[in-house]
C-alpha cells in the first residue's frame, strides 16, 4: 500500500519490510540466535516460491523463444561485465583477494553464489551477505535505473533485474507484470548457469 501510494525506490516492499523487521527486532531485543530458528519455515518456503516462479515462466514460453538469442547474448554480457565491475571496484579500494573474490558472485542466487565463491578462494558466509544486499538494491533501484534510463520494454527490464539482481530482484520484477516476471525468473536461472561455468576461469584474468 505504502509503495502503490508513495511511488519510490525506497517504498518497494523488499525494502521497507526488511528495514521494518530489523527495527522490530533491535527494539524487542531479540538476538540473531534467537531468529534464526523463527524463518526456518520462510526458509523452507523459498523453494516452494522459487518453484512457482515457472508459472509465469511457461505462459509467457513463447516470448522468450521468439527472443532467445538476443536474450542470450545480453545475459552472457551482462553476468560478465557484473563480475568484472565488482572484483574491479574491489580492487580499486585495496580490498583484500578474499572480498574481491567473494565480490565477483553477488548477482548470483546464494547457494550457486557459496559454492562458486569457494572454488575461487572467496568468503562463502560473506558472499550470502553480499548476495542479499546485491538482491535489495536491486530490486529498490533496478526498476528506478531502467526507467530513468527510458527503457520500458517489458522482456528488456525482466532480463536486467533478473540477470543483476537474482530472486529478490524477480520478486519485484514480478510485480510489475508478468512477462517481466518470467523473463527475470528465467534470467536469474540462467545467469546462475553462465556464472558457473566460467568464473574459475574469467576470475583469474581479471584479477
Known amino acids: 500500500m505504502l509503495a502503490r501510494r508513495f511511488p519510490s525506490p525506497f517504498t518497494t516492499p523488499v525494502f521497507t519490510s526488511t528495514a521494518v523487521l530489523i527495527v522490530l527486532l533491535l527494539l524487542a531485543d531479540v538476538s540473531y540466535e534467537q531468529y534464526t530458528p523463527a524463518k526456518d519455515m520462510m526458509t523452507f518456503l523459498l523453494g516452494p516460491a522459487t518453484v512457482a516462479l515457472a508459472v509465469p515462466l511457461y505462459h509467457n514460453r513463447d516470448v522468450l523463444r521468439d527472443r532467445l538469442i538476443p ?3 545480453g545475459l552472457i554480457v551482462g553476468t560478465l561485465s557484473t563480475i568484472a565491475s565488482a572484483v574491479w571496484i574491489a580492487s580499486a579500494f585495496g580490498l ?3 572480498i ?3 565480490s565477483a558472485v ?3 542466487t546464494t547457494p550457486v553464489a557459496i559454492e562458486a565463491a569457494v572454488i575461487i578462494g572467496g568468503d562463502p558466509a560473506l558472499a550470502a551477505a553480499f548476495v542479499m544486499v546485491a538482491g535489495i538494491f536491486g530490486a529498490v533501484f533496478g ?3 531502467l526507467t530513468a534510463m527510458n527503457i520500458t520494454d517489458p522482456f528488456s527490464r525482466g532480463l536486467g533485474i533478473g540477470t543483476v539482481s537474482h530472486g529478490i530482484g524477480t520478486s519485484q520484477a514480478v510485480l510489475e507484470g508478468p512477462v ?3 523473463v527475470s ?4 536461472g540462467f545467469a546462475a548457469i553462465v556464472t558457473s561455468f566460467v ?3 574469467f576470475f583469474p584474468l581479471i584479477q
Open 96 to 98: 583484500s583477494d578474499t
Open 100 to 102: 574481491q573474490a567473494t
Open 71 to 73: 536474450a542470450a547474448a
Open 106 to 108: 553477488k548477482a548470483v
Open 180 to 182: 517481466q516476471g518470467a
Open 143 to 145: 526498476p528506478f535505473l
Open 185 to 188: 525468473s528465467a534470467a536469474m
Open 199 to 201: 568464473l574459475p576461469w
